[in-house]
Nanobody, 124 residues
Framework: VQLQASGGGLVQAGGSLRLSCAAS????????VAWFRQAPGKGREFVAA????????YYDDSVKGRFTISRDNTKNTQSLQMNSVKPEDTAVYYC??????????????????WGQGTLVTVSS
């Protein structure tokens, strides 16, 4: 499956942004969907995911309560609603799909299809 991410841009601290990711076929429901991010000079880090096995959402502590991940299998899309953004949220955001076990849901190595990345810049 191919993924196309969109929605990045420049936003002021405290503002909101919504990222979207469209899948090329109708198989999204068979995958765990996730968002990762990579800030300059840092590794790729887990942001959020929705498990295909129990349909629950999982978040990194740094975004819990501010970001919301969702999926629409009928439209083959997943989204990340980002609220109360902070300068430290500045990064390139990537959507991904895979079939990780729950204990590895935050491991980027468990995902095998990635979107091209969309840049989010939060100004202070």
């Amino acid at each position: 499956v191919q993924l196309q991410a969109s929605g990045g841009g420049l936003v002021q601290a405290g503002g909101s942004l919504r990222l979207s990711c469209a899948a090329s076929d109708g198989t999204l429901s068979s995958y765990t969907v996730a968002w990762f991010r990579q800030a300059p000079g840092k590794g790729r880090e887990f942001v959020a995911a929705i498990s295909r096995s129990n349909n629950r959402a999982y978040y990194d502590d740094s975004v819990k309560g501010r970001f919301t991940i969702s999926r629409d299998n009928t439209k083959n899309t997943q989204s990340l609603q980002m609220n109360s953004v902070k300068p430290e949220d500045t990064a390139v955001y990537y959507c991904a799909v895979g079939r990780p076990v729950l204990s590895a849901i935050g491991d980027p190595g468990m995902y095998y299809s990635w979107g091209q990345g969309t840049l989010v810049t939060v100004s202070s």
